[in-house]
């Protein structure tokens, strides 16, 4: 599954947006459904530059930032809540940072537990994932939340995908590898990416 096929894309992220169907349960806002990417910059952010050798991103309204190769391409959606898609040289692997309302205030480790009622359906609800590794607690930049590995349509892909929450949002952190064959590869890299993560971004 490539980011860049509008098609196949629009059926992969239903998984993220199905956030709408969730956690409307406790008072989210409407998430959308489907993905359409450009080579505009997304949501009127400065636009990145390619030549340097590393790209800041600091998606404002969450405040949260993280890094990425500055050889990577910024794609834009069409969807008010998918701050980043960026894409490889090769296409074969990408990061997507969609920031949610959920109502769900004040999440911490210790309270953690209850949110795997919303966050398990939403990466199950594709009947096709296959776990790599049971859903892992995690912290990460200082936030709060799940980590899920796992691939989908067989061989088609696969995803290293976090779920964190800030302060009644849910930041959705994956990052994509195509085919799924290439996830092992990737994984190092996706690690060092995940870290650069910063649940409260520097002004």
Same mark, same amino acid.
């Given at each position: ?103 769900? &205030?004040?999440? +911490? /480790?210790?309270? !953690? @537990?209850?949110? =795997? ?6 990466? %199950? $609800? ?9 859903? &892992?607690?995690? +912290? /990460?930049?200082? !936030? @709060?939340?799940? =980590? ?6 067989? %061989? $088609? ?47």
């Amino acid at each position: 599954m490539s980011l860049l096929n509008g098609e196949v894309v629009n059926r992969r992220w239903l998984v993220i947006g199905g956030i709408a169907a969730i956690l409307a349960i406790v008072g989210g806002a409407y998430v959308g459904r489907n993905l359409l990417f450009d080579d505009s910059i997304a949501r009127g952010r400065a636009a990145d530059k390619p030549q340097t050798s590393v790209v800041v991103f600091h998606e404002t309204i969450s405040d949260v930032s993280l890094r990425y190769p500055g050889n990577w391409t910024r794609r834009s959606s069409t969807e008010d809540d998918v701050a980043l898609v960026a894409v490889a040289p090769d296409q074969a692997t990408s990061v997507l940072l969609r920031v949610s309302v959920t109502g769900l &205030q004040d999440i +911490t /480790l210790k309270t !953690l @537990p209850i949110v =795997r009622k919303y966050t398990d359906p939403l990466v %199950t $609800a594709d009947r096709t994932v296959k776990f790599l590794a049971p859903p &892992q607690a995690v +912290t /990460l930049g200082g !936030l @709060p939340g799940y =980590r899920y590995r796992y691939t989908y349509q067989g %061989t $088609a892909g696969a995803h290293d995908h976090y779920f964190l929450f800030k302060r009644g949002r849910m930041i959705a952190l994956v990052f994509q590898a195509t085919p799924a064959s290439r996830f092992s590869r990737a994984e190092a890299q996706f690690q060092r990416l995940a870290g650069t993560f910063d649940g409260e971004a520097p002004r």
